[in-house]
Nanobody, 131 residues
Framework: EVQLQASGGGLVQAGGSLRLSCAASGFTFDNAIIGWFRQAPGKEREGIACISETDGRTVYADSVKGRFTISSDLAENTEYLQLNNLKPEDTAVYYC????????????????????????WGQGTQVTVSS
């Protein structure tokens, strides 16, 4: 069974840090694009970071650039999103998503932040930042 499992959320004070994890089962991240998304109450889900594992290139939304870092442990088939200098406006449910490709078929020059580009989704993990 193909699954993504996101974890690591919690309650943190402004300025604090969290590390989110996204573990895959049933497929590997080796040739995938992996995206991180978040959805705040009353708002649409937005893409905030992604990585293309074929070349390791990353893309960040302006709202998190310089504060969040995406990384991979392909041996553990796990992706991470390091959240630093958190702000109350970062409060949201965070999701990881993936799209898998056969070797050599990833056609993206840059991984996308559009949620429609991903076909595998994990359940969300809540991040709450207090002021």
């Amino acid at each position: 069974e193909v699954q993504l499992q996101a974890s690591g959320g919690g309650l943190v004070q402004a300025g604090g840090s969290l590390r989110l994890s996204c573990a895959a089962s049933g497929f590997t991240f080796d040739n995938a694009i992996i995206g991180w998304f978040r959805q705040a109450p009353g708002k649409e889900r937005e893409g905030i970071a992604c990585i293309s594992e074929t070349d390791g290139r990353t893309v960040y939304a302006d709202s998190v650039k310089g504060r969040f870092t995406i990384s991979s442990d392909l041996a553990e088939n796990t992706e991470y999103l390091q959240l630093n200098n958190l702000k109350p406006e970062d409060t949201a449910v965070y999701y990881c998503a993936a799209r898998d490709f056969a070797a050599g078929t990833n056609y993206y020059s840059r991984c996308p932040l559009g949620l429609w580009e991903y076909d595998r989704w994990g359940q969300g993990t809540q991040v709450t930042v207090s002021s």
